[in-house]
């Protein structure tokens, strides 16, 4: 599902939580609209919350 070290890492961290439904590179929009393509939505059950999760990383300062 993810590609990258911090996708994956993210990815990991969500699972954990085995009320947590996991749908990657859901896309999102309108037909000949917006549209963006977020790397997970996160649906968690128990607690009502829907995630739009975008994972990034910046290069830290020296």
Known sequence: MAEGF???AVEN???ADRGMFLNGQY???EPN??????DFLAINF???EIWV????????KN
Request: a negative charge; proline letters at 8%.
């Open 33 to 38: 609209g917006w549209k963006a393509e977020p």
């Open 46 to 48: 128990p607690n009502n």
């Open 53 to 60: 999760v975008e994972v990034t990383a910046s290069a830290g």
């Open 27 to 29: 896309l999102i929009g």
């Open 13 to 15: 961290y969500l699972k």
């Open 6 to 8: 911090w996708e994956q």
